[in-house]
């Protein structure tokens, strides 16, 4: 290919967004003439730009849907700007590799190995990495993002090994807690058993065990809720919870969360409000991970009102004891609850 | 115009031949007056909306231009998901520097410029291989009243399409706004912050490229 055959390719190219002089078209006429092969490869061109599919001719962008999207990004991002304001923090613009940012990681490697199996998933690509728990095991993770995730029992999370700020993408089955860092406006998704739940920087539980509605509770930010296959997405704020039926259609109305220990699993802050003894034990066993038995079952009907932040079974029993007239033994892995009982 | 019959009927031409009914006939563009680096319009209207209401002056011209920016994009990417991140990237980035903005300017201008740009970036940090595979071919639609024309319009729809495809991010971005946004090699330079010798360059190596890809493409089906 010579130079002037360089130039021809621009001539046609010239010609056929009608960009060439006078001179130019009689230099691309007598190309033309100088061979019946040129003719030939002209009219190729021309046949090949005229055929050339419009790709956006079936393409119909849903402007209304791209505004929720973008207002859910823009109020999700203002919020967590004004929150770090008024905290007098720097703007997180980046991640740092700092010293501490590699002990958080180390700590959380140590974390890994000690409770929860870990291992590679080489089955095709991209490579998966997955995190398990097991009955009664719990675990946390930090994510490459700063994210943090809370892992409860029987729970599996998986993610991409190229997983970064750009392209945030998790799989749960099973339960988790979220804190999900603000990344430049950037969507963090969690798919779980047919749903979809999107995020910019926020935290909230997801509880997404196979064969039961998929259910999510807000604790900061803004979290968008849909089907897996589906962007009609329900926007939530703090203080709200939404389900998705086992029909994995549609997303059950949004309402106040009920269940004030919803994430009791996960920070041990648990809150009974004239609550009976059955449903203490319960709270209880669930977040100690314990067996605890009564031995009088008119025992079930006492009423607790009580708070506890991160405080040992031992001292919660203590507490539970001395108002309300009952007395407690451990017997190996279970604690027997004794007493008067209540009608 | 008129075009001239060759004298010597090569594969791709006969083939074209035969879809004689589908082919559109040649008619030379007039610039588009949509989008243009001349584009001047009366902002009075923006600049009061702004200053009243930044979130409904932001509604306005989301609503205004979002379609037409996706579809510009799209022409580009010929990826659905990636058009709507990067339109949206575009539109962030107005709104977290809205006190900066200019309306002195055209914000369509901005926009557009602005997305065109995101949207070659985007190509050149996801370059990947784009060849013709087994699938893509038996992907067409096959169905009881598609005739053996329509069919083979079809397949040479697609080739061309990933002719296209397999085109470097710049000689495909260039290609993408003359062939569909009809700009002109000025704009088209302007857009791109390049030379119009450049312009021409990249036209006529995507021209040269799409041809071998194409030619490629009949060889192998006769």
Not at chain 1, 7 to 28: C, F, H, R, T, V
Not at chain 2, 30 to 51: A, C, G
Not at chain 2, 65 to 89: G, M, R, S, W
Request: net charge negative; hydrophobic share 35%; charged share 25%.
């Amino acid at each position: 290919m010579g130079q002037a055959q360089e130039d021809i390719w621009s001539l046609i190219g010239k010609y056929l967004s009608d960009e060439l002089s006078e001179k130019e078209k009689q230099k691309l006429q007598s190309w033309k003439e100088s061979k019946a092969e040129n003719q030939t490869t002209f009219d190729q061109v021309l046949h090949m730009w005229e055929q050339t599919p419009r790709p956006a001719d079936d393409y119909h962008p849903e402007v209304d849907k791209g505004w929720q999207r973008f207002k859910f990004r823009a109020e999700s991002e203002q919020e967590y700007y004004q929150k770090e304001h008024a905290e007098n923090k720097p703007l997180a613009k980046v991640v740092h590799w700092g010293y501490q940012r590699i002990a958080a990681i180390a700590a959380s490697v140590v974390l890994l190995l000690s409770a929860g199996t870990w291992w590679w998933y080489s089955t095709g690509t991209p490579e998966m990495l997955t995190l398990s728990t097991g009955e009664n095991e719990r675990t946390t993770l930090l994510l490459p993002d700063s994210s943090q995730v809370w892992l409860n029992e029987n729970s599996q999370l998986q993610y991409a090994e190229e997983f970064n700020v750009e392209h945030r993408l998790v799989h749960l089955s099973g339960e988790a807690f979220f804190e999900i860092k603000e990344a430049e406006g950037r969507r963090f998704t969690i798919f779980s058993e047919g749903a979809k739940t999107e995020v910019i920087g926020t935290s909230f539980n997801l509880r997404a065990y196979p064969d039961t509605p998929v259910k999510v509770q807000v604790v900061s930010g803004k979290v968008a809720f849909s089907p897996a296959d589906d962007d009609n997405a329900v926007f939530l704020e703090p203080g709200y919870e939404a389900t998705l039926g086992s029909e994995k259609k549609a997303i059950e109305k949004k309402e106040p969360i009920e269940n004030p220990n919803f994430r009791a699993w996960q920070n041990q802050h648990i809150q009974f409000q004239n609550t009976s003894l059955q449903e203490v034990i319960d709270v209880l066993e669930d977040v100690y991970h314990t067996d605890i038995q009564l031995n009088n079952p008119d025992l079930a009907n006492c009423r607790y009102t009580a708070t506890f932040e991160g405080e040992q079974l031992q001292d919660v029993l203590h507490v539970l004891s001395v108002t309300g007239n009952l007395s407690f033994e451990r017997q190996g892995s279970t604690y027997m609850i004794s007493g008067q009982g209540c009608q | 115009m008129l075009i001239h019959q060759p004298t010597i009927a090569l594969g791709l031409l006969s083939l074209y031949r035969r879809l004689g009914a589908y082919t559109a006939s040649y008619s030379k563009f007039k610039p588009n007056p949509y989008y243009t680096s001349q584009d001047r319009q009366d902002n009075t209207f923006l600049i009061r909306l702004k200053e009243e209401d930044e979130e409904k002056f932001m509604e306005h011209i989301f609503r205004s231009f979002y379609a037409p920016l996706c579809k510009t994009v799209y022409n580009i990417t010929h990826d659905t998901e990636a058009t709507e991140d990067i339109v949206q990237d575009v539109f962030m980035k107005v709104w977290r520097r809205k006190d900066q903005l200019d309306l002195s300017q055209s914000v369509k201008s901005y926009l557009f410029r602005s997305s065109v740009n995101t949207a070659l970036n985007y190509l050149e940090k996801n370059r990947r291989n784009t060849s013709m595979g087994e699938s893509d071919v038996n992907n067409l639609r096959y169905s009881n009243n598609n005739t053996e024309d329509e069919l083979r319009y079809q397949e040479v729809s697609l080739h061309i399409d990933h002719a296209v495809q397999a085109l470097p991010p710049r000689c495909r971005t260039v290609f993408a706004l003359s062939r569909y946004e009809e700009m002109s090699y000025a704009e088209i330079a302007d857009q791109l912050s390049i030379s119009v010798k450049a312009v021409e360059k990249h036209m006529g190596k995507a021209l040269k490229m799409m041809r071998m890809h194409l030619q490629n493409f009949i060889n192998h089906s006769t």
